[in-house]
C-alpha cells in the first residue's frame, strides 16, 4: 500500500496492467486460431474457388470484406487494451511523483 498522499496498492496497479496485457494478446488472430484448422487468408480471395457460381466475385468480395471486418475489430480492442494499459502506468507515474513531491 502506499503511503503518500492517496493510499494506493501500487501491487494492484501492476497486476491489473499485467492482466489487461494478457488480454491484449487475445485479440491477436493468429492467438485466437492456433488451436484451430481454421486459418486466415494470406490473400485475397479468388472468385473461382466458388467454380462458375453465378455472384461468384460478389461472394469472393464479402469473405474478405469479412476478413478484413474481423482484423479490424480484433486490432481495435488490442490497441483499446494497450491503450488502457499505458494509462495505468500514467496514473501510478503520476501518483509517485505527487507523493515524491509531498515529501512522502
Same mark, same amino acid.
Request: aromatic residues 6%; negative net charge.
Given at each position: 500500500?502506499?503511503?503518500?498522499? %492517496?493510499? %494506493? ?20 488472430? *493468429?492467438?485466437?486460431? &492456433? ?10 480471395? *479468388? $472468385?473461382?474457388?466458388?467454380? &462458375?457460381? *453465378?455472384?461468384? $466475385?460478389?461472394?469472393?468480395?464479402? %469473405? ?35 507523493? &515524491? $513531491? $509531498?515529501?512522502?
Amino acid at each position: 500500500m502506499g503511503t503518500g498522499i %492517496v493510499d %494506493v496498492s501500487y501491487q494492484a496497479f501492476d497486476e491489473c496492467r499485467t492482466r489487461i496485457r494478457a488480454a491484449s494478446k487475445e485479440f491477436d488472430l *493468429d492467438f485466437i486460431l &492456433k488451436d484451430s484448422q481454421a486459418k486466415p487468408p494470406a490473400e485475397l480471395t *479468388d $472468385a473461382k474457388l466458388f467454380g &462458375k457460381l *453465378d455472384g461468384a $466475385a460478389q461472394l469472393a468480395a464479402k %469473405v474478405d470484406a469479412t476478413w478484413t471486418g474481423i482484423r479490424v475489430e480484433l486490432d481495435s480492442g488490442q490497441i483499446k487494451l494497450e491503450s488502457v494499459e499505458r494509462a495505468l502506468n500514467d496514473v501510478e507515474t503520476n501518483l509517485r511523483t505527487a507523493d &515524491k $513531491a $509531498a515529501g512522502a
